[in-house]
Structures are given as C-alpha cells and as structure tokens.
C-alpha cells in the first residue's frame, strides 16, 4: 500500500475506477468485476504489482512500489468496462478528512470550481448536496475561487463509501463497454487491412476474448504481408494481454479453386473455404463464434447474397460487428484501437491474389455448391490445416511460434 505524507497528513493514493453499463448487472455483477480485476492486474503485469479492490459500484486500484500513476493511467484507458477513472487519495469518512484532503489536493492559482458527491454510505451524516454545497463554501472560503457548475476548470469529485472518503479531481474517459473476456471467446478472420482488426477491437468491447486466424497466399505473397498481420495482432495485444494467432497458408488451395470453378465465383468460395477452416480452428479454441470485418455493400464479396452463401458454409455463428457501419466510422475506430497506422500500410491480401475480373455479386447456395463439387473440399481443408502455423502473443513479449496444427479429421 502506499501513502503520501503531507503537513502531517497521511492519505493512501489511489486510482478511482467507475464502471459503465457493468454497473446495470445486478445479480451476476460480481462475476464481471472480478473478471474487470483479473484484467487490470495483466495489463498492469509489465509496470508491476497492482492491489485492486472492489468497493460499493466501484472500484479503486494501489499501485505498489515501483508503478508510476503515470504508467498505470495509461493502463487503465486501455482496459474495457470502465466508464472513467481518475487518481484520488482515500481517508476515514469524517468531515476532517474531508476538509483536509480537498485542501492539499487543490492545485494553487486561481481556477472556477464545482463539487459532485457520490454518497453509498448510509452513516454519513449530511446529504449529497449538502456535503456539496458546504464543501463548496470550505473550498471558497479557503481558496477564493469561483463557482460554476457548467464548465468549472476544476471537478472535486467526492466518493462516500464502504466507510472511507475518496476526493479526485482527475477524470480520464474510459473505453467502457464489458470486460475483456467475460462474454467467451470469438475467433476473428484477419486481415491486414483496416476493417478486420477495428471489428476485433469492437468484439473486444463487447466482453470477448478474441483470438485471430489470418490466411496468406505465400509464397505467392511476400513475408511483409504476414509480419503486418503480426504488427496488427500485437497492437490489439496491448486491450487483450493474449492471444492466439493461426497463420494459414491459403495459396494452394486457391489455385485448386482458380483450376476447377468459375472465375465469377472464386471471391466467394474463397471466403467459404476461409469460413469451414476458421470454424475447425474456433472450435479447437473453444470459440463460440467466427467474427468477420465485413460491411454491407463495401466490396462486390460484401453483398447480403453473398453473405448469405458464406453463411450457408458453416453451422457456427458468425458476427459482423461491422455489418451496418460506414468507412469513416470505422477508420474512428481503428483509430481508437490503434491499428489504423499500421493498416495502411502497403499490403498483399491473399483476396487480391488471383483475383477475377468481374465477380459475382449475387450468388446462390446452390451454384456454389455445384462449384464445388469438382473440388475434393475435405482434403483441401485438411492439407491446409497441416500446414498452419500457430503463434502465441502476449503483451510486452516476443511472438512465439507454438506449433503447427494437428490435421485430425474428427472435427469435420
């Protein structure tokens, strides 16, 4: 624990975290704090030792020795299920300590000010707002500042709870959402442009634990292409402290696809051959989902037909948290998840790679499986799965290789 001893006052610093839509939970809440705690604890795991407690619909974390509240505000922003968090210090509930800590907190020059209280403590012997109006008259009086409580310079912000009293007057935004990982595990379909990895960060948000699945057309396609998909993974990394990322080599089987089918439909049974092999994958992951980048309308493949003869490749379900956005909206986002730069970045798709001139816009399930039937699709697959290559990232430490997969029929 630590403390910071001013004027013979001894306060414990802390940071103060409060949820979003984690708060509406109810009975189960408990279940996703504890998972929020399990978070922050790995992503803090590189800076240090963090203590988290939890605290009546709210939570407040004590950087140990060694960890900079620098360091662990940068942490927090990147943890979801926060709606903000702020550094504070923390004191028996008594109006003293109150007066006290307000007095040493304030930064001096002249500033416009307002006070929120937050009161979860039932012994505490004033109102919400009059603890706010007399600590704004305290705070007056000492420091002759001016109130207003539109735009002030400076929120006090005040939490009465659990017995102690918590005054911040730092408030960051958080990415709120749910805690990574508390709604199962997805695996997403990769690429190295700029949807796939925003559509990642978004299932993220949404509570899942995503593991990724990139198909490459090498050697047809350079190294760079696959080290980008790596550089896009690691930088998701950094929301997630793990994750799982299966390289698969896809050139083959697309030249069995340009041998055998008609040119208009290569795209879509590309992406179904993509679909069959990223659910065997998902299911050895216990992922109870595939998640795709696409948007309605975006590109010819992206279409509500082909959507549909995609999803007809599979019985898993498959999530397009995409489905109803526009580019602008998700080059925000994957802004926000800080894989923009690196997406853009010049790259070789395996789609781009022996791509047809004109292709289909509006197939059918049944002339995709008509295609298909001079493809020997369970061997393809199978061939394709042997020679994947599984990488483990985990946050602050170099990509390791571990393994290639078995190609085990059962799960056909």
Not at 36 to 42: C, H, T
Not at 132 to 159: C, H, M, T, Y
Not at 281 to 295: I, K, P, Q, Y
Request: proline share 4%; charged share 25%; aromatic share 6%.
């Amino acid at each position: 624990m630590r403390f910071v001893e001013r004027n013979s006052l001894v306060m414990q610093k802390i940071h103060l975290l409060h949820y979003g839509e984690l708060a509406l939970k109810l009975g189960n809440r408990k279940l996703f704090e504890e998972k929020l705690a399990a978070n922050i604890r790995s992503l803090a795991a590189p800076l240090g030792k963090v203590k988290v407690k939890r605290l009546y619909g709210r939570m407040i974390v004590d950087p140990q020795d060694g960890v900079s509240d620098e360091d662990l505000g940068d942490v927090l922003d990147r943890v979801f299920g926060l709606a903000y968090h702020g550094r504070g210090y923390m004191e028996d509930a008594t109006w003293a300590n109150l007066e006290r800590i307000t007095e040493e907190i304030l930064p001096g020059g002249e500033h416009s000010f307002g006070v929120r209280v937050k009161r979860a403590e039932q012994a505490w012997p004033r109102g919400r707002g009059e603890t706010e109006r007399d600590l704004g008259a305290f705070i007056v009086e000492k420091r002759g500042w001016k109130v207003n409580l539109s735009k002030p310079d400076i929120w006090v912000q005040v939490d009465i709870v659990n017995q102690k009293i918590i005054v911040s007057i730092e408030k960051r935004p958080g990415l709120r959402g749910l805690p990574q990982g508390a709604s199962g595990q997805v695996m997403a379909l990769f690429s190295g442009g700029i949807d796939s990895p925003a559509a990642a960060f978004a299932m993220m948000s949404r509570g899942c634990h995503v593991n990724a699945i990139h198909f490459h057309s090498a050697p047809y396609t350079s190294q760079e292409s696959q080290d980008k998909v790596v550089d896009l993974a690691q930088a998701l990394v950094r929301f997630q402290p793990q994750m799982t990322l299966h390289m698969v080599p896809f050139g083959k089987l697309q030249q069995e696809i340009v041998k055998h089918t008609p040119q208009k439909f290569r795209v879509i049974l590309y992406r179904r051959y993509m679909i069959r092999i990223a659910e065997i994958m998902a299911r050895r992951n216990r992922c109870l989902a595939l998640v795709t980048g696409e948007s309605v309308g975006q590109v010819a493949s992206q279409t509500l037909r082909n959507m549909q003869t995609v999803d007809a490749a599979t019985d898993m379900l498959i999530l397009r948290p995409l489905v109803g956005t526009d580019k602008e909206d998700i080059t925000r986002m994957a802004q926000k998840a800080g894989t923009f730069e690196i997406s853009i970045l010049p790259h070789e798709d395996c789609c781009s790679y022996l791509m047809p001139r004109k292709p289909a816009t509006r197939s059918r399930v049944f002339e995709l499986e008509k295609a298909e039937e001079s493809l020997d699709v369970e061997d393809l697959i199978w061939d394709t799965i042997r020679a994947t290559e599984t990488l483990h990232l985990a946050l602050g430490k170099t990509p390791k290789v571990v393994g290639n997969q078995d190609a085990s029929k059962t799960e056909m």
